[in-house]
């Protein structure tokens, strides 16, 4: 599906964000990270929104409004509060910490309803791979976050073990976790299509049947 290709561009603009932020250390870097990384994630929730709304039989103007209301300003929201923790004098690992939750919740939502729908039957997964790639998403991103610990809790690291680029195995767990959920999101898309194509038939056949009636 065409919005797979479209996480993968912020994916990839993310990794030059991050590059940006590693070489300056400016704030100019950190919104450069984040910005990408926060319309992906909306890019998620909206697909969890949108499949929920097609599973309800809800669809019009009204039903996409609501998942562009709700998508914007979640992402607005994740951009603005880390500012508004830097603006306001708060440490760069407060507002990474704060930043981390909420990026982290987008990923929560997406995989939580990827995992209720395809546990139903009617869009049971018979191979399994929906399960796979969220749960080795989540290892994968949770592990990450072990090695990036001292982003957020200053002087952790010590001696020896501070030489170790641990950093370095954040981005490429992190990496990792992002192609599983792409997959995922592949998934829960063609899903949507599916059952937007459904939709259209059975409208389709409802006006057939008034017009014979």
């Not at 991050?18 to 909206?46: E, Q, R, Y």
């Not at 998942?67 to 690992?93: D, H, K, M, N, Q």
């Not at 690291?157 to 992190?174: D, I, Y």
Request: charge should be neutral; proline fraction near 2%; glycine fraction near 8%.
């Amino acid at each position: 599906p065409m919005g797979v290709r479209h996480y993968g561009v912020m994916i990839s603009l993310t990794a030059v964000g991050s590059a940006s932020l590693h070489a300056t250390s400016a704030k100019t870097g950190f919104f450069m990270d984040i910005v990408p990384m926060a319309i992906a994630g909306a890019m998620l929730l909206h697909a969890a929104i949108h499949v929920l709304q097609l599973h309800t039989n809800q669809c019009g103007q009204q039903a996409e409004l609501q998942r562009f209301v709700a998508c914007t300003i979640s992402a607005a929201v994740a951009v603005w509060v880390p500012w508004a923790l830097l603006e306001a004098g708060y440490t760069a690992e407060t507002a990474w910490a704060v930043w981390a939750v909420l990026f982290g919740s987008f990923g929560t939502v997406f995989g939580v309803v990827a995992l209720l729908l395809f546990s139903l039957e009617e869009y049971s997964d018979a191979q399994g791979a929906v399960f796979q790639d969220v749960g080795q998403a989540t290892a994968f991103i949770l592990t990450g976050l072990l090695c990036t610990v001292h982003s957020f809790i200053p002087g952790l690291c010590s001696g020896s073990f501070a030489k170790f680029p641990m950093h370095t195995l954040w981005h490429v767990f992190s990496a990792i976790s992002s192609f599983k959920t792409g997959r995922v999101l592949a998934a829960v898309l063609t899903l949507s299509e599916t059952l937007d194509r459904r939709q259209a038939a059975e409208t389709q056949n409802n006006k057939v049947a008034q017009k014979l009636s």
